[in-house]
């Protein structure tokens, strides 16, 4: 059996565009005057095609437009791309087909649109819930648009799950306990709860080098806002089912889960990675980065810019990166199937008597406290 099976199959389709630039951001994000929709739609549906003899056969899981902000994309464009996937592959029975919006980009009509195309599921990036916060992040959008977009998204999907950072500047560990109970009163089944890092290339990455970005909460109080995510949380039956998402039971992200439990996805759009398994082996791919760059790119041929086949150590390697994210752990036969090598048992049992992992039935997991220090207890576990 190929091993992706164990995680399933998705889609992953990148739509490059935002109106405006955060300064946290490291994604793969432009800003433009104008998008020909219509041109879009081709070339993601070309990329498609393009992949389909390879894939033929697969049941798809998931299908994730993630950005940029893809709620700046036509219901018709979005359409176009479910419907070429439901051409090549069968659609599992309880397909989740979701997409990230921005509270600014959200009309009731055009959500309309989108679930008509067949979005089942949408994913809101609110980060916070006061203004001043949100002006500090760059985001154009106000707590009382962010409340009414969820109002909205709500009133047309039944699953709706939005994003909150914390750890801000300025920020509190009173303050974020209390955001995230407002949070959670939302009717909301789902939380994505990030804590803010700064990256290299952002603006906020350049503002900190240059010592700038001041006020930011120190080591331990970010270590207690995490400690309290996971209390406050569970307190509402919202567990912690990855290091940062929580969820009801059953309303857990499908499509995430592909990449956790280290399935195969195809990544479409600019910049987009995949895995993709193909005659046993495993291969990365990546496409092109610039927007204007992968369209050619897609009209000469493919959007891929590299590909490069996995050695089974790499793959060891994610499975294990991807799966102790996950409260679930993995399944230690699986490593061993994937590298031709076990996990080192004195490093393990040491772990074990730490508090930050256990083993039980073939299952690793990391608990809570690892979950809290994963890179420590990855290098732990990987170190030669």
Known sequence: MDDWRNGGFGLYVHWPFCQAKCPYCDFNSHVVSHIDQRKWADAYVRELDRNAEALEGRVLNSIF????????????????????ARQIWSFANDIEISLEANPGSVEAGRFAGYRDGGVNRVSMGVQALNDEDLRKLGRIHSAAEAKSAFDTARSVFDRVSFDLIYARQGQTLANWQSELNEALSMAIDHLSLYQLTIEDGTAFGDRYARGKLRNLPTDDTAADMYQATQDICAAHEMFGYEISNHAAAGAESRHNLIYWRYGDYLGIGPGAHGRITLDGTRYATECHRAPGAWLQAVESGSGVSHR?????????????????????????????????????AVRLQTL????????????????????????AVLRELLVD
């Open 65 to 84: 437009f993630g950005g940029g902000t893809p709620s700046l994309m036509h219901p018709d464009t979005v359409a176009a791309v479910i419907d070429k």
């Open 352 to 375: 074990a008597d730490m508090g930050m992992v256990t083993i039980s039935n073939d299952r690793l997991a990391a608990t809570d406290q690892g979950r809290a220090v994963l890179n």
């Open 308 to 344: 490069e086949a996995l050695l089974r150590e790499d793959t060891g390697v994610e499975c294990l990166m991807m799966g102790l994210r996950l409260a679930e752990g993995i399944d230690m036969s699986r490593y061993s199937r994937l590298t031709g090598q076990e996990l080192p």
